[in-house]
Structure formats: structure tokens, C-alpha cells
């Protein structure tokens, strides 16, 4: 029997949008060539941020997301009982330090950008960003708070909402890998060749993170996602010293570059189990997995910058992950027009953990063919901005 929707990705987008439409009472099947969380989802932080976005598109996306985690969690933790563990859900809030007084004036127009796009951002004085971190470096320049910044653990996330999904009665092929579509004869996506036999769909939503450009490839389509890798210091737990997410000014401009060279920014915060994650980097290399010495190096030399008690810590480990990168910084939500019944929930880059609850929201909408809590036109793949990226292979 055909389903209503076969989703390709059991990562935090494949989950929050199986949750969401089989909440809305589509059939679901996920497939997923490894397991649940076993792509970037389980290789990145939990950051959930409004304060690294610019006015714009990702902003919207990001402020409505940021409405809807506190009761998902709620939810998430009353379907699923006492034995499942805590998706660690805090509302810790962002500072942004500038360290010299060239990043001060960027960081504080930034700031007030935002706060025209109806963002929360403080600006503290050095005295009180120390009152909020004391062991912060004697030579912050200048500081924003914001108070809507928030985490969660991303693995335990991804698995809950998938959890979840599974109570709603979604379906959960994992270890099954796409080989090839099923047409009906009138050229529509009806199908899948996958390892574990033939699955038929009224839709094919490709989740894939950022191999979604492989597998719409494989299934005939041309999607520009690529991999931006990522890398992460873990120290050993250690007594909590750092209480919020603590970043450098300058990270919000590699996050909107398209520099494919090495670029790393300070971003610095503990988790629920005592350990301080220290990120990250930002480089093109393909799908090469290698941890690179000259990005830990660099991650870990800017830390210090921004909490110099960092150098007697202990690295207990570290790990790289892939964003799905896409050429205009923003993911694609909704139908492939090119391809009848195929669909695409993809391309978030470092911000796909965020954004997952309101991509699943929109999706939902759009396919059930109601009005969407927000413009859907700015995720679309018609949209302008990426045009020339799909012509350059057309
Ligand atoms: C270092 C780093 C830090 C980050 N920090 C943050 C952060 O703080 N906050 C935030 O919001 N985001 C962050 N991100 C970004 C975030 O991790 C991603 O945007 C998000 O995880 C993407 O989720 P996804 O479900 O699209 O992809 P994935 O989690 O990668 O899931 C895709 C799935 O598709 C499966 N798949 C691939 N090919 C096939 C196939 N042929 N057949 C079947 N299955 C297939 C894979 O096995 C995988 O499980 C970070 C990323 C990195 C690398």
C-alpha cells in the first residue's frame, strides 16, 4: 500500500517533519541509510539562535521556530514518559562580545538591525556582561545579550521528535538506502528503489541534509547543497563556569560567507552534563572527515580569547560534522516543480536544529494546501536567489 509521504533523512528535519504530518494524520515512512541522528544531527551543538541572524528570511523563520520549542518540548516530554531522557531544552540566552574596538561598532549596528526586526537584543555594559560570566576576558570592548537564545541536546532531540513520530504511527526503515525513483507514466515521482524493496508514496520528501543534493540527483533532480564542514572541542566536565552561549562578534560574519577557505570564530557554552563545547569552524572540503589540526588549533586559540581559564581545561575529545550548505543561506521548503510528488526539506546549514520545528510547521501547510504561518515564497526553489545556482547545471 502506498504511503501518504516517504521521507528521505532521519536527521532533526527528516524527524520534526515526520512528527508534524503524522500529527496531522498523513501515513509516514522514514528511511534512512544508517540510523536515526546518525547524520550532522548528532555532529553539531543544540544551539537554538536568534542573535547570529541578520533582518531577513532565516530571521523570520528563526523567530517563529523559537515560538514553538518551549511547548514541543513540553509535549515531546508527556507522550514520551520519565524513561526517555530530557531533550535538555534551556533558555540560557546568547551574549555577544566584541574583543577589540574595531568589532564594537559592527556588533552594536548589527544589534540594532535586529532590534528593528523585533529581536530581543540588550546592550550591556562591559561591567554587566562581566556580572553575566564572570570568567569572561578583562578585554571585552562590548557586549549583547539575548535572552531568547536557547539549546537543546541534539541527538536526544532528533530522537525524541523521531519517538514521537513513531507514536503518531510513522514508520522507521533505517539502515535502508535509496537507489533509484518509481514514475507513474505520466512522469510523476510515485516511488522509491531503495535496499529493503520497492516503496511507493503520493510524495517524496527529500530531508537528507547534505547529501540531499546526492540523493535529488538520484532521483533526477539537480538541488546545489553542499557540505560545509564543521569541528567542535570537547573539554571534560568541569564545574560550571560559563553560563550562557558566549560567542565573538565576528561569527556572524562567517556564518553568512561563502568563503570555502578555513574560517573559525569563537562560540563557547556548556552543556547540561558539565562538559564546555568549543566550535567552530567553517571550511569546504567535500565530504573529507578528517579532524584538522589547523582548525582545533585556531578554534581553540580564539577561545581563550574570550575565557582565558579555558587554557588549563582538559579536551576530552572533538568532532566534525557537515552543514548543508546552500548558496543563498537558506533552505529549501516544499514542492519540486520541476518533478511532480517530489519535495524538498533541506539546506539549513548551521542552523537546521533551530529551525526544524518551524520547518516542519510550513511543510505541513504546504502540503496539506493551507495558508502557512509565514510567506512560504523565500524557501521556495523558485525563488530568485537561486536561480542562477540551478541554470549553472540545467
Ligand atoms: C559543527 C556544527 C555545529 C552546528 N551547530 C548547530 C547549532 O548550534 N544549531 C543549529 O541549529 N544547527 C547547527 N548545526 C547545523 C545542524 O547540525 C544541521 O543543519 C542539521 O543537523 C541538519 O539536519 P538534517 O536532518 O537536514 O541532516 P542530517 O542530520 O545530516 O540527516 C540527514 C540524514 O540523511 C541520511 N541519508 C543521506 N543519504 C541517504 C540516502 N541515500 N538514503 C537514505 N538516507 C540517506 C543520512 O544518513 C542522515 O541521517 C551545526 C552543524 C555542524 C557541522
Excluded at 523563520?61 to 520549542?69: C, G
Aim: proline share 6%.
Amino acid at each position: 500500500m502506498a504511503d501518504d509521504v516517504i521521507i528521505i533523512g532521519a536527521g532533526i528535519i527528516g524527524a520534526a517533519c515526520a512528527r508534524a504530518l503524522a500529527v496531522a494524520g498523513y501515513t509516514v515512512t522514514v528511511i534512512d541509510r544508517g540510523t536515526v541522528a546518525g547524520g550532522t544531527s548528532s555532529a553539531c551543538e543544540g544551539n537554538l539562535l536568534v542573535s547570529d541572524k541578520g533582518p531577513g528570511h532565516e530571521l523570520v523563520l528563526a523567530q517563529f521556530a523559537s515560538t514553538l520549542w518551549k511547548q514541543a518540548v513540553a509535549d515531546l516530554a508527556e507522550q514520551l514518559g520519565d524513561g526517555f531522557p530530557s531533550v535538555e531544552y534551556d533558555q540560557k540566552g546568547g551574549l555577544v562580545v566584541a574583543t577589540t574596538p574595531a568589532g564594537a561598532g559592527p556588533l552594536l549596528a548589527f544589534a540594532e538591525s535586529q532590534r528593528a526586526a523585533g529581536v530581543d537584543a540588550r546592550v550591556i555594559s562591559v561591567a554587566d556582561a562581566h556580572e553575566l560570566e564572570p570568567d569572561l576576558a578583562p578585554w571585552i570592548e562590548a557586549a549583547v545579550h539575548y535572552p531568547e537564545d536557547a539549546q537543546v541536546q541534539p541527538t536526544i532531540a532528533t530522537d525524541a521528535l523521531m519517538s514521537s513520530a513513531r507514536l503518531f504511527g510513522a514508520r522507521v526503515l533505517e539502515n535502508t538506502t535509496v537507489l533509484g525513483p518509481i514514475f507513474d507514466s505520466a512522469g510523476a515521482l510515485t516511488g522509491l528503489v531503495t535496499s529493503a524493496g520497492e516503496l511507493r508514496a503520493d510524495r517524496i520528501l527529500v530531508a537528507a541534509g547534505p547529501w540531499s543534493g546526492e540523493v535529488a540527483a538520484l532521483l533526477g533532480q539537480h538541488l546545489p547543497v553542499r557540505p560545509r564542514r564543521g569541528e567542535v572541542l570537547v573539554t571534560s566536565r568541569m564545574r560550571h563556569r560559563i553560563f550562557h552561549k558566549v560567542y565573538d562578534a565576528d561569527y556572524v560574519g562567517a556564518v553568512g560567507s561563502d568563503d570555502s577557505a578555513l574560517q573559525t570564530s569563537s562560540v563557547v557554552e556548556s552543556t547540561g552534563s558539565g562538559t564546555v563545547l568549543i566550535g567552530s569552524s567553517r571550511q569546504q572540503v567535500g565530504f573529507d572527515a578528517r579532524l584538522r589540526v589547523d582548525a582545533l588549533h585556531e578554534i581553540a586559540a580564539k577561545a581563550l580569547r574570550l575565557f582565558p581559564f579555558l587554557a588549563d581545561a582538559a579536551i576530552m575529545r572533538s568532532y566534525g560534522g557537515f552543514r548543508p550548505f546552500m548558496p543563498d543561506h537558506l533552505p529549501v521548503i516544499g514542492e519540486d516543480p520541476r518533478m511532480p510528488g517530489l519535495w524538498h526539506a533541506t539546506g539549513h546549514e548551521g542552523a537546521g536544529i533551530g529551525l526544524s520545528l518551524a520547518t516542519a510547521d510550513l511543510l505541513v501547510d504546504l502540503m496539506r494546501g493551507v495558508p502557512p504561518k509565514l510567506d512560504p515564497s523565500p524557501f521556495s526553489l523558485t525563488r530568485a536567489s537561486l536561480a542562477s545556482h540551478l541554470m549553472e547545471v540545467a
